[in-house]
């Protein structure tokens, strides 16, 4: 089994669709509760290799990895982990790009296990321009359309956000994170 902080969160879900924004803010609002925590960034952005619709099973591979170490030395270090994406994600870039991989699957499916709760951002607008990720709506679609399939494949429960209720989002976060922090409560005799 993989290791398991008291508390793993991941964002999923397609690029440019909120990850980010929702990872900082529930980030703060734990802060402000007084959790000990850390935030895995997307590791997408410091890869050496080509990414977005030109990637391949290197430059997916690099992020893969990196992204399960980037989770490690969190884990070691915090009671409670937010990760801008989850290790399912950066596969299904793989899978557009380079079609499945026997090993890969098989660890993916594995470390999907040491998450506490997967959070799914929809797609509510086109991405914006950002400088690194794709800004083509086709290829944005594809990847949560992979995503979505990947989860009900693997039987993964997720939290789903509604498109249409982005204003509440991350009041909805909040809320699933503090039921899985808050301790249980003891019944009285």
């Not at 937010?82 to 499916?109: F, H, K, T, W």
């Not at 709760?117 to 709506?137: T, Y």
Request: glycine share 4%; with cysteine.
């Amino acid at each position: 089994m993989p290791p398991t902080p008291s508390c793993k969160i991941a964002f999923i879900g397609s690029h440019g669709v909120g990850k980010t924004t929702l990872c900082y803010g529930l980030a703060a609002r734990l802060k402000a509760r007084d959790f000990s925590l850390d935030v895995v960034h997307e590791v997408a952005r410091r890869c050496p290799l080509p990414i977005n619709e030109e990637t391949g099973l290197a430059s997916e591979s690099w992020i893969l990895h990196s992204q399960i170490a980037e989770e490690l030395i969190a884990e070691a270090r915090y009671p409670v982990v937010i990760c801008d994406r989850s290790a399912l994600d950066n596969y299904v870039y793989m899978l557009l790009s380079a079609g499945p991989r026997e090993a890969l699957d098989q660890l993916v499916n594995w470390w999907m296990r040491s998450y506490s709760l997967l959070i799914e951002v929809p797609i509510a607008e086109d991405p914006s321009a950002d400088g690194v990720r794709s800004e083509d709506p086709v290829f944005q679609r594809a990847v949560e359309e992979r995503l979505s399939q990947e989860l009900e494949k693997r039987g993964l429960e997720v939290l789903r956000l509604e498109p249409k209720k982005r204003n509440e989002w991350l009041d909805t976060v909040e809320e699933a994170a503090c039921k899985l922090l808050s301790p249980a409560q003891l019944r009285l005799l």
